[in-house]
């Protein structure tokens, strides 16, 4: 899979956002290092801390199904009706991928036609893993 067909599969999981709150939709496409496709979307609450982003709701996906080797991640969002340049995850989920993925592991960020890839230790210099119990 290419990284614009994951970008792609990342915006199409946006299109099932339940955001009625924030009214900022996100989608995620995680690709597993056998070639499989998870996606997610983020999913609001009316009690805030309840709800879920898109980039745990991909990965909780694969784990639960039994997948623990990923090969990248991409992520779209942005405000109702617009697509943000840049929306990274946020520091749950950013450590959610640490638990998963080696800091060399490819992330997607931006929207189809202007996207670019970082790696987890980019967006996470400072991971907190099972290392360091």
């Given at each position: 899979?290419?990284?614009?067909?994951?970008?792609?599969?990342?915006?199409?999981?946006?299109?099932?956002?339940?955001?009625?709150?924030?009214?900022?939709?996100?989608?995620?496409?995680?690709?597993?290092?056998?070639?499989?496709?998870?996606?997610?979307?983020?999913?609001?609450?009316?009690?805030?801390p309840?709800?879920?982003?898109?980039?745990?709701?991909?990965?909780?996906k694969?784990?639960?199904?039994?997948?623990?080797?990923?090969a990248?991640?991409?992520?779209?969002?942005?405000?109702?009706?617009?697509?943000?340049?840049?929306?990274a995850?946020?520091?749950?989920?950013?450590?959610?991928?640490?638990?998963?993925?080696?800091?060399?592991?490819?992330?997607?960020?931006?929207?189809?036609?202007?996207?670019?890839?970082?790696?987890?230790?980019?967006?996470?210099?400072?991971?907190?893993?099972?290392?360091?119990l």
């Amino acid at each position: 899979m290419t990284d614009l067909e994951l970008m792609k599969a990342a915006q199409k999981a946006r299109e099932y956002s339940y955001s009625p709150y924030s009214h900022f939709s996100v989608g995620a496409a995680l690709l597993t290092k056998s070639g499989k496709l998870y996606t997610g979307c983020n999913i609001e609450n009316a009690s805030y801390p309840a709800g879920n982003c898109a980039e745990r709701t991909a990965i909780f996906k694969a784990v639960s199904e039994g997948e623990r080797e990923f090969a990248a991640l991409a992520i779209v969002g942005g405000k109702e009706g617009e697509t943000s340049d840049f929306c990274a995850p946020c520091g749950i989920c950013r450590q959610v991928i640490a638990e998963f993925c080696p800091k060399d592991f490819k992330i997607l960020l931006g929207n189809e036609e202007h996207y670019k890839a970082f790696t987890l230790e980019m967006l996470l210099p400072y991971t907190f893993t099972s290392e360091d119990l």
